[in-house]
């Protein structure tokens, strides 16, 4: 059981020896064949492999983010059931190579030197922090003993800026407190937060830095500001763009196993879907119901809206050769039934290119380009799913969907009445942009938008000019806060030669033109979700983006978007290149006129029902107190 006069040796799956340590090399073999995981176990059984080994990868917990995700599971039933099939995504095949790549080029550490002193390099970002644990060698050059980090969690993504960079030390003292602790050497922390380096000579803290203060007072320590162009370890560490941040255009679902992971689930009422399919066609066509109990009550559940209609102008998930399998809302809206292959595709082009949506504003845009049974919990599972959407989400419930709107706009036409607002100042992009001036249309709900440098009357003035009056004609009302930009001349000579009236919103109470402090709200959360692991300065690329999304989304009372009130259709998206139902009706330009003008005062009377029940329950709750 021991060794003698040898330079290295095999120690609990490491080599020590000449001063350094590094992984066994046929524990780093195992770690590089491991198959794909395809269950929760598998996941398990992976990670605490790769887990052992975990000091010698640079931000390893959050290089296994999206494999962590895997293990997480809301129903307690499910929780239970180790051998669960699991989502395997892009970013979850990203990260499981990536690990395999970083175990097999590990950099091989520094045995720690009780006879020198330690150096910790500590950084922050949005989502995570990272450190790393430094000695000199011989050389007097610095050298990794221990690399660390995490990601940050649930009230420490809204910290300041210097209370993260106080929690990565924090973090890092605990973690090797073993090394540091007692230590007859002052220990070095290199931050790039300015700010730290007076961190005791500061008279106040608040309740949680008292506590993290008093805590490091037990260790003897110096902290040392570096700029982060310096800091290039620890900041690498906690910014990785394959992590958290990584980009919508790069987290996307691999279809073949999205599709696989719905054929396991997909079940309706308890059935199979396949069976269900094969069931509900049989009945619809000849009143043929199925033997099983499970299966019939399923069929019925549904056999009610749903039919057939002729595919002369279709040509995806036909049920038979010349017709359609056909899904009638409670609306009227009529949906095509959509295969499994389709589904992910559709979902995966509606979500990341319409704003990241989610429930029911997602439900607006693929309603009306597929149907199936389970659609609402496959929404809902995709954008749980959806990286950026986790990362980005508000502490508000239910941000897709719209509030009760002020100022109702029955008997008002199409662009008749618009709202202007402006969101700003922002990070100055490298077009020189810093504001941007939105309007929306009162009667459709149409938003416009534009990115612009600065905010003065000039600018607004041609803003109505180009993106309002050159679009839409003039206006007859237009609604705006009272900023001073906004009453002044160049604006207010613009409205007189139109001959409109320009009314202002009350005081502090921004609700009167709710509807463009609404599009603000969306606008603001989409460019969030788009720009996540990109420079901010970038915001003025992705804004057309948005405000195209705002335009298709489905307003949350109503159930109709702004694009269907003003063109009469629904717009062609990529992952849906055949034409819609609605479009085989072959009615004529006076049916399909009336038509929309049925649907503008239909959305109209609906936002004022809305608005009158809102109303009554403020009112309600005013009369008991």
Request: net charge positive.
């Amino acid at each position: 059981k021991c060794t003698f006069a040898t330079r290295e040796l095999e120690f609990c799956g490491h080599i020590v020896g000449n001063g350094n340590i590094r992984p066994l090399l046929a524990k780093v073999e195992a770690v590089q064949t491991w198959p794909r995981p395809k269950t929760v176990h598998d996941v398990r059984q992976f990670l605490g492999l790769a887990t052992y080994y975990r000091k010698f990868i640079h931000d390893f917990s959050k290089v296994c983010v999206p494999l962590h995700e895997l293990l997480k599971e809301s129903d307690s039933t499910l929780r239970k059931q180790k051998f669960r099939p699991i989502i395997w995504t892009e970013a979850c095949e990203s990260a499981f190579r990536k690990v395999k790549d970083l175990l097999a080029s590990a950099p091989v550490l520094k045995q720690p030197d009780r006879n020198k002193p330690y150096v910790i390099e500590t950084d922050a970002s949005e989502w995570a922090i990272g450190m790393v644990l430094m000695q000199e060698d011989d050389n007097g050059k610095l050298h990794p003993v221990a690399y660390d980090g995490r990601k940050l969690h649930g009230a420490e993504l809204n910290y300041p800026v210097h209370e993260k960079e106080l929690l990565a030390i924090k973090e890092a003292i605990r973690t090797w407190d073993r090394y540091i602790d007692g230590d007859r050497f002052e220990t070095i922390i290199i931050t790039d937060n300015a700010s730290l380096q007076y961190l005791n000579t500061t008279r106040e803290y608040s309740k949680r830095l008292a506590r993290w203060v008093a805590e490091f007072q037990q260790y003897r320590l110096t902290i040392r500001y570096r700029k982060g162009t310096e800091n290039v370890v620890a900041d690498a560490i906690s910014r990785r763009p394959d992590l958290i941040g990584t980009t919508p255009a790069n987290i996307s679902l691999e279809r073949p196993v999205w599709d696989a992971y719905l054929a396991t689930i997909t079940m309706v009422q308890g059935t199979p879907e396949k069976e269900w399919l094969a069931a509900t066609i049989r009945f619809l066509e000849d009143g043929t119901e199925p033997d099983d109990k499970t299966t019939k009550r399923a069929v019925k559940k549904y056999a009610d809206k749903l039919g057939f209609q002729n595919t002369y102008t279709f040509t995806r998930a036909s049920p038979g050769e010349n017709r359609q399998l056909i899904f009638t809302h409670d609306d009227g809206m009529i949906s095509p039934y959509l295969e499994l292959p389709f589904r992910a595709e559709l979902l995966q082009t509606a979500h990341h290119e319409f704003g990241h949506l989610g429930y029911p504003g997602l439900n607006g845009i693929i309603r009306p380009r597929g149907w199936w049974p389970t659609i609402r919990a496959d929404i809902e599972q995709f954008a749980k799913e959806c990286a950026n959407c986790q990362v980005s989400q508000g502490s508000r419930k239910g941000l897709e969907r719209e509030a009760a709107q002020h100022m109702v706009t029955s008997g008002i036409r199409p662009f008749e009445r618009w709202g202007i607002d402006l969101i700003g100042p922002l990070p100055a992009t490298s077009n020189g942009n810093r504001w941007i001036v939105t309007a929306i249309d009162y009667a459709t709900g149409w938003p416009v938008a534009r990115a612009t440098p600065d905010a003065t009357e000039e600018t607004l003035a041609e803003f109505l000019f180009r993106d309002i009056y050159a679009h839409y004609g003039a206006f007859n009302e237009l609604l705006s806060d009272n900023g001073a930009n906004l009453l002044s001349g160049a604006v207010k000579h613009f409205v007189g030669l139109l001959r409109a009236r320009h009314r202002t919103t009350t005081p502090y109470h921004p609700r009167t033109n709710g509807k463009v402090e609404n599009f603000n709200g969306l606008i603001g959360r989409m460019l969030t979700k788009y720009l996540m692991g990109k420079p901010t300065r970038l915001w003025d690329e992705y804004l057309t983006k948005a405000v195209f999304a705002a335009r298709v989304r489905e307003h949350a009372v109503t159930k109709m978007s702004p694009y269907f009130l003003v063109y009469g259709v629904h717009p062609r998206i990529a992952a849906n290149d055949n034409d819609q139902p609605g479009a085989q009706a072959k009615s004529d330009k006076d049916e399909q006129i009336q038509q929309l003008a049925d649907a503008r005062s239909k959305a109209n009377e609906l936002l004022l029902v809305h608005a009158i029940k809102k109303q009554k329950v403020r009112d309600s709750a005013v009369t008991k107190t």
